[in-house]
């Protein structure tokens, strides 16, 4: 019996790496120099958690400026910044990887001499250089700026929360490039963006067009065979020459494809991120040494954008931990569904339907004995209006108590069959009458409907603007029909009693 083989994660880093492949360039060393983002030891090594730095410089950070007018639409998530102290620390060097080139800013610890714990709450790029935004506490601004003085040593630690959060980032960014590629190659379908969603929804790529299912799958295959081959990945590097760089190129339309190298950046680095026989793409984004343990699901749709001039796509997909998340959770939605419904997990589809089916027979079912009661109502309603003696319109409130979904339009399937009886009966002054309908139970916050409906507009507008004033019920209408809503408890000793004394008084035309 031979025993089961388990591919385990390497721990380490291989050494090939990170391949620096001009002569001329070297990772700094002088410590008092902060290594450019391209060379940063998160870049060159991205299994690394923990790293022995030092500080170049330490500020005060001043929240930005609101922007004028509508707010740009950030294309990654950064976690929100407390409105305490802050603290812009920048290091030699980090393993804290700072927002950029679509992946969103890891999180971290910062260790200080005196063994006292700073939480990096982000890091971002300014220029060529990584800043720590480092939340200050229990101490005094003054005595922090002492702790980050230039020079002082320091430890850098993704600690577990940082380090699954980076994990997550390298898996889905790794596993993007990987289906960018696929896609531009088998089918010319070049990625135009893509997002790295908050852990943990499904990202996308867009792409120009919607993909059919048999295209999805295939795209799905190969990528997957690439992965179980376990294909390597790794780093570029090589001095920026700006003068030769290129725009990012664009569509018939004039859309650009994916993005060119930021106006702002300073670090002088160019990385090449490969995919052994696969990809070979810029980026300054952390990504996995391998494709093991990357199994890429893509979601078997597209949703499509229309644009003013185009008509684009969004593929999503799932990798690494996001994969295992949804695929724990959609099995624990199947079998919490399969309980309920008293059934096997893969009998399901077939009792959603049939509940579904049973479901609309009982709504059907619960419409006609509706329209059926309504109809004795109307005429009950009738009757009494008939009773009414002297020369005054004859009016009539009902209140109900109903849990029905749509109370208001069981009141108004009350109202229509009233018009239908209404011609044959011997009503010649008219009639007014309120219906109203609150829940069983009653809270504060209970919404209780009300129809008002008669024979004479200006009389159903004059009800409906009394109950406006006394009771507070916000509505409306037009012509012999207004209707509103009451928000609160309805008490038969207290709203219905103002009801009738409303009905009252716009019959003898009091108001």
């Not at 391949?19 to 410590?31: A, W, Y």
């Given at each position: 019996m031979s025993g089961a083989t388990a591919v385990l994660y390497p721990s380490q880093t291989p050494s090939t790496y990170h391949?620096?492949?001009?002569?001329?360039?070297?990772?700094?060393?002088?410590?008092q120099a902060s290594v450019p983002v391209g060379l940063l030891a998160c870049q060159r090594d991205p299994l690394l958690r923990t790293l022995q730095s030092h500080v170049v410089s330490c500020t005060v950070s001043k929240p930005p400026a609101e922007p004028a007018g509508k707010k740009a639409k950030k294309a990654v998530i950064a976690p929100t910044l407390p409105k305490g102290p802050i603290l812009e620390v920048v290091l030699h060097d980090t393993i804290i990887f700072p927002e950029g080139g679509g992946q969103p800013t890891d999180t971290g610890v910062i260790t200080?001499?005196?063994n006292q714990e700073w939480n990096v709450l982000q890091a971002k790029r300014y220029g060529g250089h990584a800043v720590h935004f480092v939340q200050v506490k229990d101490v005094d601004?003054?005595?922090?700026?002492?702790?980050?003085?230039?020079?002082a040593p320091v430890t850098v630690l993704l600690d577990k929360a940082s380090w699954n959060r980076r994990y997550d980032?390298?898996?889905?960014?790794?596993?993007?490039?990987?289906?960018?590629?696929?896609?531009?190659?088998q089918l010319d379908l070049p990625t135009l963006s893509w997002s790295l969603t908050a852990h943990p929804a499904p990202c996308y790529v867009?792409?120009?067009?919607?993909?059919?299912?048999?295209?999805?799958?295939?795209?799905?295959?190969?990528?997957?065979?690439f992965v179980f081959e376990g294909r390597k990945v790794h780093v570029e590097v090589t001095e920026l020459d700006k003068t030769v760089e290129q725009p990012a190129p664009t569509l018939e339309s004039g859309r650009a494809v994916g993005k060119a190298l930021p106006d702002d950046y300073t670090g002088g680095v160019k990385r090449i991120v490969v995919i052994d026989g696969v990809d070979r793409n810029p980026c300054c984004g952390t990504h996995l040494p391998s494709l093991h343990n990357l199994q890429l699901f893509l979601l078997p749709h597209t949703d499509t954008l229309a644009r003013s001039a185009t008509t684009t796509a969004r593929l999503y997909f799932l990798a690494g931990p996001r994969l295992i998340t949804h695929l724990t959770s959609t099995h624990t939605l199947l079998t919490?569904?399969?309980?309920?419904?008293?059934?096997?997990a893969p009998l399901v589809p077939e009792r959603v339907n049939q509940v579904v089916d049973e479901r609309r027979r009982g709504d059907k079912r619960v419409d006609a004995l509706e329209g059926e009661l309504a109809r004795l109502i109307a005429a009950d309603i009738v009757q009494k209006l008939g009773a009414a003696h002297g020369g005054a319109v004859p009016v009539l409130h009902l209140h109900r108590s109903d849990d029905s979904a749509n109370p208001l339009g069981f009141l108004s399937a009350i109202s229509m069959a009233l018009s239908d009886i209404l011609p044959n009966a011997n009503l010649a002054n008219g009639f007014l009458i309120v219906l109203s309908s609150s829940p069983l139970t009653q809270t504060v916050s209970s919404v209780t409907v009300v129809l008002v409906c008669g024979t004479d507009d200006k009389l159903v507008k004059t009800s409906g603007d009394a109950?406006?004033?006394k009771l507070g019920v916000k509505?409306?209408?037009?012509?012999?029909?207004?209707?509103?809503?009451?928000?609160?408890?309805?008490?038969?000793?207290?709203?219905?009693?103002?009801?009738?004394?409303?009905?009252?008084s716009v019959s003898e035309g009091r108001i």
């Open positions: 391949r620096i492949v001009s002569s001329t360039l070297q990772v700094p060393t002088d410590t200080t001499a005196d601004i003054e005595t922090a700026l002492q702790t980050f003085h230039s020079g980032h390298m898996s889905m960014h790794t596993s993007q490039h990987l289906l960018s590629a696929l896609l531009e190659t867009e792409i120009p067009r919607g993909m059919t299912g048999e295209e999805i799958a295939s795209i799905q295959e190969c990528a997957n065979r919490n569904t399969a309980s309920i419904l008293s059934c096997g109950l406006k004033s509505g409306g209408g037009k012509g012999t029909r207004w209707s509103g809503k009451y928000t609160g408890v309805w008490k038969a000793e207290r709203e219905n009693i103002a009801v009738d004394e409303i009905l009252k």
